[in-house]
């Protein structure tokens, strides 16, 4: 049954809320948990319905507005956003923005202009859903989220408070100074001094200069061991941060932090890896 969510941004939500203090809705662990943000109701509904039809997936916010959706992004915490291109208050890629790359769950882009698809991935979506879509469309993106999910998963393993001291230095104090990003056509030289920060994708890392990433393959925790402990840290399972490249932090939910870059880059801080940081920036939080 619907209802509405006592937040400010009145977001529809697909079960009762609890009230603001409630954060991230709950439903079993295998459930992949969808927000939808479209400012049409027919096209809400369309991909309630859609949604709904698949075992395991919950979906937990539907939303009219962009404000609306990085409300529920914020608090709610899903793994999976479809978020339609065009809304009035925001267009999607402002959504995505507002968020913040390092913070977003896995997005999918559902609009009706074939020509943004160029846009949408190199926003890192995982996939771009033209209107009207169909049900064997939707089945395979619901695949490829899912999969990149437990990609990811099998990646980053979940940290426990005694699992997460940072890792030893390298052998000799010889830390890297260069990553070689390997691609079909050539094998390109990354200074690690240009580097921002590091994102857990899969199978690879996706090394951040700026606002441009590179695939290299390699887990996180094989790049942590042989990264200047001084100069970067782990702020969560899936990122790595320049210390010098943060310009502020902006409290979150549940104890948590969102790390703002000096490019404007968000990424989340998870509680689990506050202390790293602290101890990195000299104080506590």
Known sequence: MLDISPSAAETELVDRAEGPAAGPRHVPNESL?????DDEPLARARMRTLLLRHAGVAPVAECKSG?????????????LLLLDLHMPDAQ??????AVGVGVLPALVFVTAYQEHALAAFEHQALDYLLKPVSDERFRQMLERV???????????????????????PAAGGAFLKQILVRS??????VDVAQ??????DGDYVRVWTGKV???????????EQQ???????????????????IRELEPYFHGEYVVVLHDGTRLKLSRTYRARLEAALGQGL
């Open 33 to 37: 948990r969808a927000v939808v943000a």
């Open 67 to 79: 404000a609306e959706a990085i409300d529920a992004v914020r608090r709610l915490e899903p793994d």
């Open 92 to 97: 999607g890629l402002q959504v995505v923005r």
């Open 146 to 168: 899912r999969a990149h999910l437990a990609l990811r998963r099998e990646a980053t393993p979940a940290a426990t408070p005694a699992a997460t001291p940072p890792p030893p």
């Open 184 to 189: 079909l056509q050539k094998i390109e030289i």
């Open 195 to 200: 580097v921002d920060w590091l994102q857990s």
């Open 213 to 223: 990433s590179r695939l290299h393959r390699a887990t996180l925790a094989e790049l």
């Open 227 to 245: 990264l200047d402990p001084t100069a970067f840290v782990r702020i969560h399972r899936s990122t790595i941060v320049r210390t010098s490249r």
